[in-house]
């Protein structure tokens, strides 16, 4: 049985953890952390193992995965120091370029990179990878495979790894979730009721786009009848706006991203 081991406890850890246990995938989950609690709640949720030793949670590792934040990745890499057998590791640290990563800890750890979304916790998640050129075709196959259990799995080049972090992140999906029922209370709807219905628009409606053979041009059409009340909302929230919003909001989590890059490795930027 493969022995995954992550190193950091906190919610994405968790989320995969849960998605892992919801899948019924068949490996021995061992979790490294500082703090002690984070352990207990992922073993007494989910039956991990607590391995809080850090050497000897990478010693035991068939699959690494570094989930701390980005700020914590250099020292958590400094303190591993020095691996003494092939293995395959991921980090989940966004804005962390793999060239760094594989700087720090040299040969015999071979380095991808993945992000994971936490809605992974219900197998409908969405992860993008990318490898280190000496990762070879059996332990790509290795990852696909693992992240599988949480959803669907894409493979993207590593200078668009910023772009993607950004843009598919599921906060943008809960934070359009809130402010749109909060208009629709606003409005004048009962809390429940304006939730339950700004889910519809968003949740049901997307869905019905994924699933189906209809464009979004075709389906936006379908939806907003030009003159009626969805094709005056739309209008109204573009000109204040809307549309702006998002790309400024986007362009600021890449600068973010980047800046992480900057921040672990200075030298190079």
């Known amino acids: 049985m493969s022995r995954v081991v992550f190193l950091g406890a906190g919610r994405i850890t968790t989320a995969l953890v849960a998605g892992l246990r919801l899948a019924k995938a068949d490996y ?3 979790v ?5 609690a984070r352990m207990r709640e992922l073993h007494k949720r989910y039956g991990a193992l607590i391995e809080p030793d850090l050497q000897r949670a990478v010693s035991q590792a068939d ?6 934040r980005p700020d914590s ?11 003494e057998r092939p293995v395959l590791a991921i980090s989940l640290a966004a804005g962390i370029p793999l060239r760094p990563l594989i700087s720090a800890l040299g040969f015999p750890v071979r380095w991808a990179r993945a992000m994971p979304s936490p809605v992974a916790r219900s197998g409908r998640g969405l992860t993008a990878l990318t490898f280190a050129r000496n990762v070879p075709a059996a332990d790509r196959n290795r990852l696909r495979q693992f992240f599988a259990h949480f ?8 200078k668009k790894f910023d772009a993607f972090t950004v843009t598919y992140s599921s906060s943008h999906g809960y934070h359009a ?3 749109l ?14 939730l339950m219905a700004a889910a519809h628009a968003l949740a049901d409606g997307i869905a019905a786009w994924r699933e189906g053979s209809h464009s979004l041009a075709a389906l936006l059409r379908e939806a907003a009848t030009p003159g ?25 989590g890449w600068r973010r991203a980047r800046a992480n890059a900057i921040k672990f490795n200075p030298a190079r930027n």
């Open 32 to 36: 490294h952390d500082r703090n002690p």
């Open 151 to 158: 959803g669907q799995v894409i493979e993207i080049r590593e």
């Open 228 to 252: 009626g009340i969805a094709a005056t909302t739309m209008s109204a929230m573009n000109a204040a706006g809307y549309r702006q919003a998002v790309q400024r909001g986007v362009l600021a």
């Open 73 to 83: 990745v250099r020292k958590l890499l400094h303190d591993i120091a020095k691996v």
């Open 181 to 194: 029922a909060e208009a629709g209370h606003r409005a004048g709807l009962d809390r429940k009721t304006a």
């Open 177 to 179: 979730l809130e402010a």
């Open 63 to 68: 699959l690494l995965i570094v989930a701390v």
């Open 28 to 30: 021995k989950i061992v």
